[in-house]
């Protein structure tokens, strides 16, 4: 089955306390992201990768870091994390830029 | 600046209802124009994706409208079914390399039994 899969799902952890959030898909797509969704503010993007070893900043990147050394994984790495960053994140890969995105089943974060 | 604009916030109706969900971006220079479903807990399903060249696409008892020069898309369900109870988003990308989704607030949907 085609899919994005991201874990943990949920996650509570203390500010400062570096962690990472996988994200992995197995269509062998090029094209990969990471949006977090935020009450009144929607989804936003955060990084995105066009492919291993090429990654860029979205609209809001401060705080967080990825990397993208194979194709099919695309990590999303909290170094310290704040409060501010308590958010549901998403991870989505299209075949290409402009393609049909799919997203994962998103992981709730939870920093205090 | 591109910015998306979903309108109802929320809406009600009762099974067996056809809709319409609105959907709005100002720079009409957008390469797609995609729909998805967000369920609680269950993260974002692709609906339907309108390409730019494109006027609508149609699944199921879904038919999707785009048209740019207006800067508007439709998303028409028929025969609705509480099934088909979420929350609906629009996302629009512009036509430049490394661009992101730019996503409307959503139309959260009830039908009723």
């Known amino acids: 089955e085609a899919q994005v899969t991201q874990n943990p799902r949920y996650l509570i952890t203390v500010t400062g306390k570096k962690l990472t959030v996988t994200c992995s898909q197995n269509?062998?797509?090029?094209?990969m992201s990471w949006y977090r969704q935020d009450p009144g503010l929607g989804l936003r993007q955060i990084y995105y990768?066009?492919?291993?070893?090429?990654?860029d900043k979205g609209d809001v990147p401060e705080g967080y870091k990825v990397s993208r050394k194979e194709k099919r994984n695309f990590p999303l790495i909290l170094e310290s994390p704040s409060p501010n960053q308590t958010s549901l994140y998403f991870c989505?890969?299209?075949?290409?830029?402009?393609?049909?995105?799919?997203f994962g089943q998103g992981t709730r974060l939870t920093v205090v | 600046k591109q910015e998306v604009t979903q309108i109802p916030a929320a809406l009600s109706v009762p099974e067996g209802e056809n809709l319409v969900l609105n959907c709005s971006f100002t720079d009409s220079a957008i390469y797609n124009l995609q729909w998805f479903r967000q369920d609680p807990g269950k993260g974002l399903t692709s609906l339907l994706l309108i390409q730019s060249s494109q006027r609508e696409q149609t699944s199921g008892r879904l038919n999707a409208s785009l048209d740019k020069s207006s800067g508007r898309s439709t998303l028409y369900i028929a025969a609705s079914q509480p099934g088909d109870s979420a929350t609906y988003l629009c996302?629009?990308?512009?036509?430049?390399?490394?661009?992101?989704?730019?996503f409307g607030k959503g139309t959260t949907l009830s039908v009723s039994s």
């Open positions: 990768s066009m492919n291993v070893e090429v990654t």
């Open positions: 269509m062998n797509h090029e094209y």
């Open positions: 989505a890969s299209s075949s290409q830029m402009n393609t049909e995105a799919f």
């Open positions: 996302a629009a990308q512009l036509n430049q390399a490394g661009t992101a989704l730019i």
